[in-house]
């Protein structure tokens, strides 16, 4: 394998599964196997998409590719660079501090109105994380005060 143009693109995550994906898959189809190092390092890079909390690891994946150009074009007029619209694909924040995080000087750039209107397309667009059921802290905490003899 020889590199034509170092660092010529920035991918996303859900690019770079996609891709690892079908390798995969054709290698499968071709019977045949990668060398050893990719074949784990694919194992390896796909069961980290997988792993939660991240978007990937939904089942199936709430988002694909093709959601990317649509996603350029509803946060256009907001003026996401291009670094902050990758780490809001890679992320997917659910919440204003997460996407403090992603945006730089976000309180200067953005009203409240905008912040939760950037999460909205986030959301419509990217799926939102499934909500997690609540345990029973309550229970826990009404039995910790009792003493059992």
């Given at each position: 394998?020889?590199?034509?143009e170092?660092q010529?693109?920035v ?14 898959k ?6 045949r ?28 994946p ?13 946060l ?10 990758i ?20 309180e ?12 909205g397309?986030i959301a ?9 059921p ?16």
């Open positions: 394998m020889k590199i034509l170092a010529s693109a991918l996303t995550n859900v690019e770079v599964h996609t891709f690892l994906s079908n390798q995969a054709e290698y499968q189809d071709q019977k196997k990668g060398p050893a190092n990719l074949e784990m390092l694919r194992k390896d890079v796909l069961q980290y998409f997988q792993t939660p909390p991240g978007p990937l690891s939904q089942k199936p709430p988002y694909d590719t093709s959601v990317i150009p649509v996603l350029i074009r509803r256009r007029p907001y003026q996401i660079t291009k670094g902050e619209l780490m809001l694909l890679n992320i997917r924040p659910a919440n204003i501090p997460v996407l403090n995080t992603v945006i730089e000087d976000m200067d750039r953005f009203n409240n109105d905008q912040q939760e209107e950037i999460l397309i419509e667009l990217l799926g939102q994380f499934p909500e997690e609540e345990q029973d802290n309550q229970a826990e905490e009404d039995n910790e005060g009792d003493v059992v003899m």
